[in-house]
């Protein structure tokens, strides 16, 4: 027979004593438990609807003055990378697509798309794209370049047209967003797409798999303020009515 270590004995006797004493008001002592509620210490949001859910990430979503997003949006056949910062009065970051990067700068309504001199002469003016290389180009209002990018600038506009979920709501269980942990909401079984919810703090999205293979984006640094200032004039360049084709 083998010997059992008597401090072993001891914990397991004084665990066992623990357990057995009567539980003082909502206090339960830990350990006794064989299951844990995966809501403990959360903000509570895993435990409603996800319609609910839904509704309580989007309000604290309008709210926040400030928020990163980083990751692939597919629109009209086309992929866009994005990793941009947002706030009310404008927004600031880089976009690449089809092997092209370039940057955005919207401050108020003013938006400026700043790129190299090979992106600009994809249109076929190499005297445009030596005069635009690097500098902030200022995008007239009517130009198709402003509708198209401006979005990519807007926190309304892009929160908007992405954090819904289309078909019949679900839970998904719990899950963890780099080291958060987070309530999984779908939309008809993730056909529909699926968000991940902070269950830390406020109940920000930080994951969103949008339907339809249409994109995968994180979101970060919720409610962290950042400055957006028009640039030197030495660094801008006013084309005019309409940019050049690129």
Not at 4 to 29: K, Y
Not at 97 to 114: I, M, N, P, W
């Amino acid at each position: 027979m083998t010997a059992i270590p008597q401090g072993r004995t001891r914990r397991a006797t004084l665990l066992s004593a623990a357990c057995a004493l009567a539980v003082t008001g909502a206090m339960v002592l830990t350990g006794c438990s064989s299951s844990e509620d995966p809501d403990a210490g959360t903000n509570g949001v895993g435990k409603l609807s996800p319609g609910q859910i839904q509704t309580k990430t989007r309000a604290a979503a309008d709210a926040a003055p400030a928020v990163r997003l980083s990751g692939t949006v597919v629109t009209s056949g086309r992929t866009y990378k994005l990793d941009m910062r947002l706030k009310a009065d404008g927004g600031t970051g880089s976009v690449t697509s089809q092997g092209a990067t370039f940057g955005l700068l919207r401050v108020g309504k003013q938006l400026y798309l700043k790129a190299d001199a090979d992106f600009w002469s994809h249109g076929g003016d190499t005297g445009a794209a030596g005069k635009l290389n690097g500098k902030y180009v200022k995008v007239p209002q009517g130009d198709p370049a402003y509708k198209k990018f401006s979005g990519f600038t807007d926190k309304a506009v892009l929160l908007d047209g992405l954090l819904t979920l289309h078909g019949k709501l679900a839970t998904d269980g719990h899950h963890d967003q780099s080291g958060t942990r987070t309530i999984r909401i779908t939309g008809d079984a993730g056909s529909g797409g699926t968000l991940d919810v902070s269950l830390q703090g406020k109940p920000y999205p930080l994951r969103l798999v949008r339907a339809g293979s249409a994109g995968t984006l994180s979101f970060s640094d919720w409610g962290k303020d950042f400055t957006v200032t028009e640039p030197a004039k030495s660094e801008t360049v006013d084309y005019g009515k309409q940019l050049p084709t690129s």
